[in-house]
């Protein structure tokens, strides 16, 4: 099986978080590790890109709820990119899809935060 | 002893109430006899045996040629009632047996979790998830998650002994 893999890249105003493998229960807490590093650093713009994210169960999607609230209320947020059919449906299952924004591409994702930034 | 099968409402129609239906309703389902468990293995209850756990059901999907998104499916409810026994059903040491066969058009999963409390999933109340986030409650996902994955779950109790069986159909070209 694909291990788990987090790496962040930091850009203007927007840190991303790039998923790769198996996001399972075994593997959140790295993701959970890698949000708080972020929270710490007082970074509240994120873009989590999906491109090779594998799979997803409910223990990866409860670290997205686990953020989110404080994320918002320091007038951040968590934006989601490039997932694949099948890890949009379990999101879309579960309705994360009402509660986050899922974009396409991540372009999108960085624009979208820009022009909050301007309104 | 307790037994109950849950016909589940299928990840296409995402509906979110489901039919309960009797074990023997269940076991009638097929016509054709079914075969024994092909692959079987004991794992212990710790989220360290998880990767196991999906090498175990990789290899025999892989053994089989069977369709991958099948596999994600199966991975996917497998995975959230290993961890739920791991959180709910946490004081016991005794290890979980997984068994796998695919026959009938259908591949079945059961697995035995020896020393537990009766807890039958199969009638917990499905989370709400149309719900803005600040009325969500921690829980119940992984168990929704699980029902969406597969066709039908059946859930035995006995002797302190869960057993779970969930069924997924395969594609005719997989069967």
């Given at each position: 099986m694909a291990d788990f893999k987090?790496?962040?890249?930091?850009?203007?105003?927007?840190?991303?978080?790039d998923l790769k493998g198996y996001l399972d229960a075994h593997t959140a807490p790295d993701l959970e590790n890698a949000f708080q590093r972020l929270l710490n650093d007082r970074k509240f713009n994120i873009i989590v890109n999906c491109r090779e994210?594998?799979?997803?169960?409910?223990?990866?999607?409860?670290?997205?709820?686990?953020?989110?609230e404080d994320v918002r209320k320091n007038k951040g947020d968590i934006k989601l990119t490039n997932m694949s059919a099948k890890v949009y449906n379990v999101f879309d299952l579960l309705g994360f899809p009402i509660l986050y924004e899922i974009f396409k591409e991540e372009q999108e994702a960085i624009k979208r935060f820009s022009e909050q930034k301007k309104s | 002893m307790l037994s109950t099968g849950l016909k589940t409402a299928a990840r296409s129609v995402p509906t979110r109430s489901s039919k309960l239906f009797g074990a023997n309703a269940f076991n009638a389902a097929g016509s054709?006899?079914?075969?024994?468990?092909?692959?079987?293995?004991?794992?212990?209850?710790?989220?360290k045996s998880?990767?196991?756990?999906?090498?175990?059901?990789?290899?025999?999907?892989?053994?089989?040629h069977l369709d991958s998104s099948k596999k994600q499916e199966v991975l996917l409810a497998v995975e959230e009632l290993f961890t739920n026994?791991?959180?709910?059903?946490?004081?016991?040491a005794k290890g979980i047996t997984i068994g796998l066969r695919k026959g009938n058009g259908e591949v079945t999963i059961r697995m035995i979790i020896p020393d537990t409390e009766a807890f039958d999933f199969t009638k917990a109340k499905d989370p709400d998830v149309d719900l803005p986030i600040e009325l969500r409650r921690p829980g119940g996902l992984g168990i929704y998650l699980t029902k969406r994955m597969v066709d039908r779950?059946?859930?035995?109790?006995?002797?302190?002994?869960?057993?779970?069986?969930?069924?997924?159909?395969?594609?005719?070209?997989d069967a």
């Open positions: 987090v790496h962040q890249r930091d850009g203007e105003g927007v840190s991303v978080i994210l594998s799979y997803i169960s409910s223990a990866g999607l409860g670290v997205f709820m686990a953020f989110i | 054709s006899p079914k075969p024994e468990f092909s692959m079987q293995e004991k794992f212990k209850r710790d989220l998880l990767s196991r756990v999906f090498r175990f059901i990789d290899s025999f999907f892989s053994k089989h026994v791991l959180k709910y059903q946490a004081k016991s779950i059946e859930f035995s109790y006995r002797n302190r002994t869960t057993t779970i069986t969930l069924t997924k159909t395969i594609g005719a070209s």
